[in-house]
């Protein structure tokens, strides 16, 4: 028996011990085994962990599921995500998973799946699952070895990024997540010496949850920004694949206000026409200033790996997300990566001489909320934004391409469905804080007619 729940949109996520077991990652790895099997892929694969305890324990019974299939697995160790991201473009592999629980608390972890380089999503977990639930996998003896990346991927960083053109005081804070094994030797070699917060690799994460969307989160990098007169602060999810930013008067700088750092710098560079990706719950003031730089704005679903799909696609040379998410095709591999974001946002704010602040100056602030998460089970959640779609289409606007984004014109409202949790990500933008009032009082109180309880 296994719990289906736990395969969701582009990843598979649980509690570990309750719908999430030991039993269940050794079934994945046979799985996982079986479809590369299916699709005449040979079976060698990467596999990495992030540092919460129960890694090792769903490490051991997910490659024991691998190798019974004949699967030769590389172990890369304990690293953040986009390592393993990493080794299936410099290891002599064809896929890869790596066990993370992402920006979830403690008692979650979970696997992101790769085939080739790119993700294993939607269809292809569903695939996952019905393997399992079918019961026949491949029988053979995989072996198991280990290579060690974190030395490998600092240097590629580090030659991409080359020592920056001039010295800043940085705050980063690793939240005593992964990215603590990677930070605190990469940055030194980028020409600064970064007031660390945090960087003891510790995935029970004492001092706070590791994630950088969540403004009381940030209440330590903004307090060690101010005290040590930092340039900029930088914070880090659980297993570095989110970015935070805090400019240097404390002020936080959501992903889709950094999003506009990045696709300036890309399109000044690059050359203009080219498609910059982001999901629906960013700013209108992104959408309008892509198209100021130059650059075709696209609205896309939220999910790493059907950003990265659409990336592909669209030959896009960057993407990112409200949550933190960013992709970098252009002077990189394509997939989601803070560590090597928080290098190249400082490297584009060393070579201008000016602070995140003054770079993004002229650019209109819009009252907005930050992502507000409303508690709404699994097995609900979808049927509610189906419902919020019907609804609102009636009385406004509305764009559909992921959950519904409300248009009223002078401000817009979000509701969609978390693919991790069970949540309801919910967000609001208008010209005025009045404005977004009403707005917010229209969407909460048909929500509470779901029996969906808005916080206040």
């Not at 080794?87 to 066990?99: R, Y």
């Not at 790769?114 to 996998?137: A, M, N, Y």
């Not at 696609?313 to 989601?336: N, Q």
């Not at 419902?387 to 959950?403: M, P």
Request: proline content about 5%.
């Amino acid at each position: 028996m296994i719990d289906t729940n736990i395969f969701r949109q582009y990843d598979i996520r649980g509690v570990v011990g309750q719908d999430l077991t030991v039993e269940a990652a050794e079934a994945i790895g046979r799985a996982y085994g079986a479809l590369l099997a299916e699709r005449g892929i040979p079976l060698e694969v990467a596999v990495g962990r992030d540092n919460r305890p129960s890694g090792d324990a769903l490490f051991d019974a997910l490659v024991h599921g691998l190798r019974s299939t004949g699967a030769n697995v590389v172990d890369i160790g304990v690293v953040p995500t986009p390592l393993l991201y990493w080794s299936l473009h410099h290891l002599k592999v064809h896929g890869g998973i790596q066990i993370t629980g992402s920006h979830n608390p403690p008692e979650f972890n979970g696997f992101k799946l790769c085939v080739g380089t790119g993700s294993l999503h939607g269809e292809g977990i569903q695939r996952l699952l019905q393997l399992i639930q079918g019961g026949v996998f491949p029988v053979g003896q995989g072996t198991l070895r280990s290579e060690a990346v974190i030395d490998r991927y600092c240097d590629d960083v580090v030659a991409r990024i080359g020592t920056l053109s001039r010295p800043l005081k940085a705050v980063i804070d690793c939240g005593n997540g992964a990215g603590a094994l990677v930070a605190p030797q990469l940055f030194p070699r980028l020409g600064i010496t970064p007031t660390m917060l945090f960087a003891e690799s510790d995935g029970t994460f004492p001092n706070h949850h590791p994630d950088p969307t969540v403004v009381e989160n940030l209440e330590d990098l903004i307090a060690a920004v101010k005290r040590e007169g930092a340039d900029i602060g930088i914070g880090f999810d659980g297993d570095a694949d989110r970015i935070g930013i805090v400019d240097k008067n404390g002020t936080i700088i959501w992903g889709d206000y950094l999003l506009i750092l990045y696709a300036r710098d890309v399109l000044a560079r690059t050359g203009k026409g080219q498609s910059i990706i982001f999901d629906v719950k960013c700013s209108q003031a992104l959408p309008d200033a892509v198209t100021a730089a130059g650059g075709v704005p696209l609205m896309w679903k939220t999910g790493h790996s059907l950003i990265k799909d659409k990336m592909k696609e669209l030959h896009s040379p960057l993407a990112g997300e409200m949550s933190g998410h960013m992709f970098f095709t252009e002077g990189f591999y394509g997939h989601d990566d803070a560590i090597y974001g928080a290098a190249r946002v400082m490297r584009i704010i060393a070579d201008a001489n000016q602070g995140v602040d003054e770079l993004l100056a002229d650019i209109p602030r819009y009252v907005s909320t930050p992502e507000i998460r409303v508690d709404c089970p699994d097995d609900r959640k979808f049927d509610v934004v189906a419902k919020a779609q019907t609804h609102f289409r009636s009385l406004h606007d509305v764009i559909d391409v992921d959950g519904v984004r409300i248009l009223y014109g002078d401000g817009w409202g979000l509701i969609r469905a978390s693919n991790t949790q069970p949540i309801l990500v919910v967000r609001f933008e208008a010209l005025s804080q009045s404005r977004l009032d009403e707005i917010r009082d229209e969407v909460a109180s048909w929500l509470a007619t779901q029996g969906v309880t808005f916080p206040r």
